[in-house]
């Protein structure tokens, strides 16, 4: 009876913890790489790259003006035209002047 319930409870306990390693293995990732950095004496926000990519416009310097509107015939009607117009709808992104990327707020001077 104690036997049963011993490897029982291992069994439970090894379920557990493969259970947490898991869920928590990109947190740890995260936590190991921005300590690894701060070890380095990397900047923790840009790894020393001074620049951080721009949250608005992911990186690309240029918006899809209007993406929140699905149905747009004109547009439609415009990119099926060629490449011509491909361009009709994005906007440069103003957050970092279309660079796609912003000097890191950590380590401009
Ligand atoms: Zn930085
Ligand atoms: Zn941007």
Redesign the pocket.
């Given at each position: 009876m104690e036997n049963i319930t011993a490897s029982e409870l291992a069994g439970l306990g090894v379920g557990t913890l493969l259970f947490c390693a898991t869920i928590a293995a990109p947190k740890i990732d995260a936590l190991i790489s921005a300590s690894q950095r701060s070890t380095l004496g990397m900047c923790r926000n840009c790894g020393d790259l001074k620049m951080i990519a721009?949250s608005?416009?992911k990186g690309a310097?240029m918006i899809k003006e209007g993406s929140f509107m699905s149905f747009n015939p004109i547009e439609g009607t415009f990119q099926s035209l060629g490449a011509r117009q491909a361009k009709v709808g994005f906007v440069s992104?103003a957050?970092?002047q279309?660079k796609?990327h912003m000097s890191c707020p950590n380590c401009s001077t």
């Open positions: 721009c608005k416009c310097g992104c957050k970092c279309a796609g």
